[in-house]
C-alpha cells in the first residue's frame, strides 16, 4: 500500500519530509539557536496569523537575527498555504514556521543569516472542536521555569518542557502546571493557564515568564467584550486552584482545553464552555 510523500518547504524549496536537508553543524541542532511558532490552519486560512508573525518579528529582534527584506507577512502566509497545497491538506492543519541562524561558529555564531522550515500536519478536527473529557492536571516541582528575557517567546532551546513532559507522562496527566523560583503558576505544558471565580477570570502575568500565548490574547479580548473581568497583573500560587470554580488551558492549535481535576478538586466548566463557543463564531463561520 502506497501513500503520498509528504513536504516540507525549506527555505521556498519543496523537501519529503524523509529526507534530510539540514548538516549536522545546523544551530537549531547544535545551540537551540532558533525560534518557531505553532499554527492551526483551516483550507485558505492560518488563524491569528498576523499575532503569529507579529510575535515572530519580534522573536527574531530579540535573538538578534537578520530580519530578510521579503519577509513579509503576506509572504509567509503565502508560504503556508504554498506548502499545504502540495501536501493536499485542505481540512485542520498544524503548522509549524521554524526560524533557526545559518550553520557557523560555536556559541558565537559566523553571521546572523537565518534559514526557515514550514512543516504542516493534518489534524483530526475540521475545525476547533470542544472536547468531551476534562484533563487531570498535575504540578511539575522537580525544576523550576528559567526565568530570562526570552521566556514570552518560542525558542527551540525547549529541555525544561521536554522534561515537564516527561514528568506529567511518568505520572499517567494529561497536562502539568508549571512555576517559576517564587512559587508563582507560569503556564502549562504547552499552554497559557486560566481560572475562574465567578466572573473573574485569572491568568498568570507575563512577567512571571509565561509564553505570550497567540490564544490568550483571544481569550482575554472575548471575556472582556463579554463583561467578564479579567486579572493579568498578578501573581498567584498553585494553592488558589484549590478555590476555583474553573480551570483551563489554551494554546493556537487546540484552542481551549477545560480542566476536569486537579489534585482532588473537580471543576465545572461553563466559562470556559461559554468562551469557546464565542471563539468559534468568531473563527470558525
Known amino acids: ?33 532558533a525560534v518557531f511558532e505553532t499554527m492551526f490552519a483551516y483550507q485558505e486560512k492560518v488563524y491569528f496569523f498576523s499575532d503569529h508573525f507579529e510575535r515572530l518579528q519580534k522573536s527574531m529582534k530579540l535573538l538578534k537575527m537578520s530580519i530578510p527584506d521579503n519577509f513579509s507577512e503576506v509572504f509567509f502566509h503565502e508560504e503556508i498555504l ?52 476534562g484533563l487531570h492536571i498535575c504540578l511539575y516541582n522537580e525544576s523550576f521555569k528559567p526565568e530570562n528575557n526570552f521566556n514570552s517567546i518560542k525558542t527551540a532551546n525547549s529541555l525544561f518542557y521536554v522534561m515537564a513532559g516527561i514528568f506529567k507522562k511518568e505520572k499517567g496527566f494529561d497536562d502539568c502546571i508549571l512555576i517559576n523560583k517564587q512559587g508563582h503558576i507560569v503556564e502549562a505544558l504547552s499552554s497559557n493557564l486560566f481560572y475562574c471565580r465567578g466572573k473573574n477570570i485569572f491568568t498568570p502575568p507575563l512577567s512571571d515568564g509565561c509564553v505570550e500565548g497567540i490564544m ?70
Open 1 to 33: 500500500m502506497t501513500t503520498n510523500a509528504v513536504y516540507i518547504n525549506y527555505n521556498g524549496t519543496f523537501h519529503k519530509a524523509e529526507n534530510p536537508v539540514l548538516s549536522h553543524k545546523n544551530r537549531a541542532f547544535c545551540f537551540g539557536d
Open 82 to 133: 504554498k506548502l499545504m497545497r502540495k501536501n493536499r491538506f485542505y481540512k485542520g492543519v498544524r503548522v509549524r514556521l521554524t526560524i533557526f541562524r545559518n550553520d557557523g561558529g560555536y556559541y558565537t555564531p559566523l553571521s546572523n543569516e537565518i534559514s526557515y522550515i514550514i512543516e504542516a500536519s493534518p489534524l483530526e478536527t475540521i475545525k476547533y472542536k470542544t472536547q468531551t473529557k
Open 216 to 285: 490568550r490574547k483571544q481569550i482575554i479580548r472575548i471575556a472582556h467584550n463579554n463583561e467578564f473581568q479579567v486579572n493579568d497583573t498578578n501573581s498567584f500560587t498553585p494553592d488558589v486552584l484549590k478555590e476555583a470554580d474553573e480551570i483551563f488551558l489554551s494554546n493556537a492549535v487546540q484552542g481551549i482545553q477545560w480542566v476536569l481535576g486537579y489534585e482532588d478538586k473537580r471543576y465545572f466548566h461553563d466559562v470556559s464552555a461559554f468562551l469557546f463557543e464565542k471563539l468559534k463564531a468568531e473563527f470558525n463561520s
